[in-house]
Structure formats: structure tokens, C-alpha cells
DNA sequence: TTGTACGCGTTATCAA
DNA sequence: TTGATAACGCGTACAA
């Protein structure tokens, strides 16, 4: 590799030169600017930004730690799409590290994007509790992101969508549209998103003096299978709904093809609600409901946040989301029997 | 940020030391090492690897450049989740580029890699011609693997899989199961993938004698909309057919709907064959036969060349994947008409 | 077993 | 307008 001492001797000039011309910083000749760049169009020189970023201290890029339980599906990728694009913007790289599946692989991931001195960093924890991360935007210099979890000392270092808000909404909508017997399939239960969302449903139950049967919730793992799986456990006990809420769209989507392949609820009878919105799904499973997470906004008043303090800004009000509700026309129509 | 200088005047030693307990490298008393750590844990060091990288001159990460237009859909999550999988078991860390939706974005991704002196770089080409990534194989002193394409000059840095023959054996179980009248909907004809999956298709319909309608064939862009839109210009054409191959699940996916939609031919009456298998797609449309392309074990092998590179080794021989024919009922029956 | 001193490829601060 | 030269934080011969 060559570097920018030997463009310098080719050119006639020191190694200082040579960077004035490429940063643009200080005064040169165009003359000198011209030879310049011939040596470095001949040698085919490229920085190295190892060394460059060693000594100014920045490297012009953000860190995003994602656990890839979630790499499936098109959450994630409408996530990384927007992070990626937003990052490039603002005229700096993404640099992805893989949370993997525990608390520590999650740690070793953020560690090593602060270790590389990404000039910040996204976390979208999967295993890490609130407090070791209100821990660690404390702890760290560079500024730190979280999203979908509220902080609780740091609130205006994370940016998330009410879950639990969002669940009692659409859950309402159902009864209001005449339901009463509604079945809710559980995201896994040691992520708090899960936890919020059946604390949703409940409420939405008790807030319209409806009675809770438990027998009426089944849990899942966030994938389809597990959502086919709790619609078998829910027919298998006997229970009769004419709606079922299903914790994200990817169990929604296992979930009506098992009503459909069991035969015994034909899926249109049932009113079927997901979350996330897989933007395929409309295509497949016109009747599928959903509560849209705003995950575009969100990425975007993350990094404009994270931009904001790289410039010496600080946040004192934090930001909330909620999802939007979509029906489709079998919630719209209210039950069929 | 506190530097191994700082840890070492507080456990009284000197960097080298300090260096020594870090790496294992050379011989370190117990009692200093015990020291040293501890200065560690109490001023919270943490090594600049930017620092370690210029002056190892190694960074222990590999780099793959994407373009975002394959962001969307399992089929990049799948790629993703396996690279970044595969190469963190090989003690390293994968760096994301985004090649975006040109040739000069997708060229600026890999020279930012290669600015980073990634220890290698994976290009899944969209817009790059294979030439053009012969020549940069041939330029960079960093092993280069690309994904997808079959390089002319230096095929064994490039692991692909047989779109054409894939595509002719799928159209080929369809003739054999009695079809005759099969539509076809391309990809965007811009990638070499779509041109040669259509040019599969036509191969089948000539090697069994059967005459080519290209009334049986519309214009897809890889996405659920533009399948739906194919089948409405198919019927708008007045085509008819039993069988119908999309160039990809999504626009097959979004193929089955319109059918469906269109009331004018009812899904089952036709097999639909698509490629890449989303892999969420059996759970909603079972009767979606699909060319399964081996994402995994071609990453698998991507990555244990690029190793294997770096590591001074030189592979002579180049290696072919091919798609996997998974058929569900609809195609085994056979026409349905 | 430990310390000294130099190199990695840049940027940045001075003089000149 | 240009050139020495000192950082940046770490690895590593070489010497002790």
C-alpha cells in the first residue's frame, strides 16, 4: 500500500502538503495542488483511515447493535435500511455488530463499537435491563442511543413506541366492534415489548368490564410457528373466539394458516390483529390487521438525536412513539357470528 | 479516555508491559500481571483499536458491501444473519457497507472498506459489471470474494449458483408434470440474474419443443407489487396458462394474490413456482413451490476461502451451487385443466 | 522478566 | 505557501 509519504516525494513536497490537498485545510498552490494529485492518481494511493481517524480523534461513523433474533423478518431490514441511509446522510457510515442471543454476547457487541471509537452508538436491546444501560450512557463518552426501551434516568437517551398503549388501542377497537371473546397469542415473555403488550390486553379487558379467561392466552416465540403452535393449544383447550390478537405480524401470519388448516375456525370468521406490519403481508393475507410501529420515524429522531450531541447539543425533553393501527375490512366488519 | 500509558505508570511498569499482559505475548511475572489488571479494572482502560489495527496492521474485520435494494426480505436477512455468524466464529467482526442503487455507490462502498483495511471484502454486486470486478480482484492486495456472479478472469474468488440451469430444471418438472401453457414473470432484466432465469425458462420450453408465446411472459422488479401487476397485464392479454413462474417468491407471492384477487383464475387451478424461498412464505401460501437458493452454505464457503486467503493459501478450483427444487402439492398434481 | 525506542500513516501546530 | 516535527495509542525488536 502506498502511502501519502511516498505521494509527497513523487510530488516533489512534504507529507503536510500532501494533506492540505486532500483535507482542503490551509493554502496551496494550484500549481503544487496538480502535482499532487498526478502522484496520486499514478501511485494509486488511498488513505488509510486507520490513521487518519487515530489522529483526529473521529471516525465518522455510528455503531448499531441489534440482537439477530430479530435479523429475520422485515422489521430489521426496514430498520438497517433507514439507519443505513439516514447515517450516510448526515455523511457518516453504519457500522453493524451483532448482538448474537445473551446478555453478554449484547455487552461484547457494544464494547466492541466503543472500542473501534464509533464517534456514537444505536443500542436495540434484546437482553440488557434498562439499568445497565442507563449505566452505560452514563459511563460512556461517546453519546449513546437507545430504542424501544425508556430509560429511566436518561429517558432522553432512547427513543420508544408504547407498546402497551398501542395493544389496549387495537384490543379496544375490537370490542368496540362487538367482540367479546378475544384470543391473545404473547410474544416471549422475557422481552419487556411482550410483557407491554399483554399488559395491553388485559387492561383494554378490565377497562371495558370485560372478564379475563386466561384460557384464552397462549404463548409464542415471535416466529410463525410458535403463533400456529398457540392457536393449536388455544382449539386444543376448547376456546371459542371470534378475534385473536397476536403479538406481532409473523405470529399472526402462523396463526391463520393454522385457523385455516385446523378447520375448525375458517379464518375468516376470525378477526385477526398483528403488530409490525411485515410489509408483505398485505400481499398475502389481505384480511390481516396490524399495529405499525413507526420504526423509520423512530431511527430518524435517533440519529438526528445522536447528531445533535456529536455537535456539543443536549436533549432535555424525551419523545414517545405509538403505533397506527391498520384494520382491515374483517376487523372493520366486526365479528361474523 | 485513559491509554495503556496511564495504566502503566499506576501499576508502575512500562507500556511494553502493559502490552505483554494484553496480548499473552512474551513472559509477564504473575505478580505484575496482577497489578497491571488491576490498574486496568480501576481506571476502566479500554484498548484503542484503531490504535492496535495501524500498528498490527491487521483489524481482524471483514467488509460486505450489499445494495440496499436487496435489503428488504429474508433472502438478505438470511445472508446477513450467516456472514455476520460465520465470521465472528472466525474471530472476526463483519463491517456492513451499503452499496446503495448505483454503480458509483456500490464502487464507493468497497473502496471505503478497502480504506478501512478490512482483511477482506465480500461483494454481492448489483450494479458492477463482472469485468470491472475482475480488475478490482486483481488490484486490491486484500482477498476479495464476490458473491453471485461467476468472475471471467478469476472465477475462484467468485461462488455463485446456476441461475439459468435452475430456472430451465424448474420449467422442466412443470413440462414433465404435463404442463404446456406456462407464464413467466422476469426479473428486473438489468441484473444478470433475472436475464438468466428468464433465459432458463425459454431453454426448458426449446429443449421439450414447445413453442415460446412471449404473450407468456411480463416484466417483474423482484417486488410483490410488480408480480401482482404482471399477472393483471397477463390477463389484461388475455393469456392463458396452468402453471406460472415468477423470477422470485416475492413477486410470486404478490402473483398468487392477484390471481386470487382477479376471480378470472383461481390459484389452485394454477402451480406457481417461485426462487429464493422467503422463508416465511410456506406458512401463508403452501401451495408456493419455490427454487431454494443455498444462501448459507454459499456465505459458508465465501468466507472460508476468504480465510483461507489470508492465511496465504490460493485456491485453483472455482465451485457451482445450484437451487433446490422444493415442490409443494399444487405443482406435483400436475394441470389442473 | 522488564524497559527503551522506534514504527504504523495520518493530522495539526508551529516556524520559515 | 510550504516544511519540520510532534502528537494519536498501540505493537514489537532489541537490549538490559
Redesign the pocket.
Known amino acids: 500500500?502506498?502511502?501519502?509519504?511516498e505521494?509527497?516525494k513523487r510530488a516533489?513536497?512534504?507529507?503536510?502538503?500532501?494533506?492540505?490537498v486532500?483535507?482542503g485545510?490551509?493554502?496551496?498552490?494550484?500549481?503544487?495542488?496538480d502535482r499532487v494529485f498526478q502522484a496520486i492518481e499514478e501511485s494509486g494511493?488511498?488513505?488509510?483511515l486507520?490513521?487518519?481517524n487515530?489522529?483526529?480523534?473521529r471516525t465518522q461513523t455510528l455503531g448499531l447493535v441489534v440482537t439477530n433474533t430479530l435479523y429475520h423478518g422485515v422489521y430489521f431490514s426496514e430498520l438497517l435500511f433507514n439507519a443505513a441511509r439516514m447515517t450516510e446522510e448526515k455523511g457518516r457510515q453504519l457500522i453493524l455488530a451483532d448482538g448474537k442471543h445473551s446478555a453478554d454476547e449484547e455487552r461484547e457487541a457494544i464494547q466492541y463499537l466503543l472500542d473501534m471509537r464509533c464517534d456514537a452508538v444505536i443500542i436495540y436491546p434484546r437482553f440488557l435491563s434498562v439499568d445497565e444501560m442507563d449505566e452505560i450512557v452514563e459511563k460512556c463518552e461517546q453519546p449513546i442511543m437507545v430504542l424501544n426501551r425508556r430509560l429511566r434516568k436518561n429517558s432522553s437517551h432512547s427513543v420508544w413506541s408504547d407498546h402497551k398503549a398501542s395493544c389496549q388501542e387495537a384490543v379496544s377497537q375490537l370490542i368496540e366492534k362487538g367482540h367479546r371473546e378475544i384470543a391473545f397469542i404473547t410474544g416471549s415473555l422475557d422481552s419487556p415489548t411482550g410483557v407491554e403488550r399483554l399488559s395491553g390486553y388485559k387492561d383494554a379487558l378490565v377497562q371495558h368490564g370485560i372478564p379475563l379467561h386466561e384460557g384464552l392466552i397462549a404463548q409464542g416465540k415471535w416466529n410463525p410457528a410458535s403463533g400456529a403452535a398457540a392457536v393449536s393449544e388455544l382449539l386444543a383447550r376448547g376456546a371459542t373466539f371470534t378475534a385473536l390478537v397476536a403479538s406481532n405480524d409473523d405470529m399472526a401470519i402462523g396463526a391463520m394458516k393454522q385457523l385455516h388448516d385446523s378447520g375448525v375456525v375458517t379464518p375468516d370468521a376470525v378477526s385477526v390483529i398483528g403488530f409490525d406490519d411485515v410489509a408483505i403481508a398485505p400481499y398475502i393475507v389481505p384480511s390481516l390487521s396490524s399495529v405499525r410501529i413507526p420504526v423509520t420515524e423512530m431511527i430518524k429522531e435517533t440519529i438526528s438525536r445522536l447528531i445533535f450531541m456529536l455537535d456539543g447539543g443536549e436533549f432535555k425533553y424525551q419523545q414517545t412513539f405509538s403505533g397506527e393501527l391498520v384494520l382491515r375490512d374483517s376487523v372493520i366488519d366486526g365479528p361474523h357470528r
Not at 12 to 20: D, F, L, N, Y
Not at 25 to 33: A, D, H, P, R
Not at 45 to 48: D, E, I, M, S
Open positions: 500500500m502506498t502511502t501519502m509519504l505521494v509527497a516533489g513536497v512534504s507529507k503536510a502538503t500532501v494533506s492540505r486532500l483535507s485545510n490551509g493554502y496551496v498552490s494550484q500549481e503544487t495542488k494511493y488511498r488513505p488509510n486507520l490513521a487518519r487515530l489522529a483526529t480523534k
